[in-house]
């Protein structure tokens, strides 16, 4: 486990925070619920964060029991170029995400307005955003697939998998936090956030799919043209 390597998964880690199931629908849900109900922002936060956890446990032990079989193939040249097509293919990808490359093409834009209730039906939107969003967090998948790669150990990835889907609520706690200590001043600026990452949020899944592109593309051209 090397310094490179957690700098890496926190930086993936903080670009997961600022998903749409991570801030956006939180910041909403603030904004829905009064103070007296604020529990139910941290049950969903809960939900969230136990969903991811055991998605990457499962993935986790699935990916290492692939390396362990196939460990030799996927560390081939040919490998490595599926690699490089994989990246490019996500950087291309990532276009068609730009809100200006949909309009352009008469597309709309996707919008979504969570259903607020009871601990149940928090529960459930949990759920549905970790269900929804896991096949499109490319950070998320990437830190995985580097951790897996890296060839920890259980008691290794485990702790880093942990910290892995705090780090991915603590912008949400803090706004949390800094609304229960200030009271309404902030509720202007947070109503001004969820408008902002409700019509960005399209961008932003373009820019993350375009930043984990080019990162494993670059990673696959060293390995196939400079070693």
Do not use: C, N
Not at 17 to 29: E, K
Not at 86 to 107: E, I, N, Q, T, Y
Not at 191 to 213: C, F, P, Q
Request: hydrophobic share 55%; charged share 15%.
């Amino acid at each position: 486990m090397t310094i490179a390597l957690l700098l890496t998964l926190a930086g993936l880690a903080v670009l997961d925070s600022t998903s749409f199931g991570t801030l956006g629908i939180p910041v909403y849900l603030m904004l829905s619920l009064d103070r007296s109900r604020g529990s139910r922002l941290l049950i969903y936060l809960a939900t969230v964060t136990v969903f991811y956890f055991l998605v990457g446990v499962a993935l986790m032990l699935g990916l290492s029991t692939a390396m362990d079989a196939f460990g030799d193939v996927l560390d081939s040249r040919l490998a490595y170029a599926a690699q490089l097509v994989l990246g490019v293919g996500l950087f291309a990808l990532s276009w068609r995400f730009d809100p200006k490359w949909r309009a352009k093409r008469g597309l709309p834009e996707r919008t979504f307005e969570p259903r607020v209730g009871g601990a149940r039906t928090m529960v459930l939107v949990g759920l549905t955003a970790g269900v929804l969003e896991v096949a499109t967090m490319v950070p998320y998948l990437a830190a995985i697939g580097i951790m897996t790669t890296a060839e920890l150990t259980v008691a290794q990835w485990a702790p880093l998998l942990a910290a892995y889907v705090i780090v991915m609520i603590v912008p949400t706690l803090a706004l949390a936090g800094l609304r229960a200590v200030t009271g309404g001043r902030l509720e202007a600026w947070l109503e001004r956030l969820r408008v902002w990452l409700t019509r960005h949020s399209s961008s932003m899944m373009s820019w993350g799919l375009a930043i984990v592109g080019f990162l494993l593309a670059r990673d696959a051209a060293f390995y196939l043209f400079f070693q």
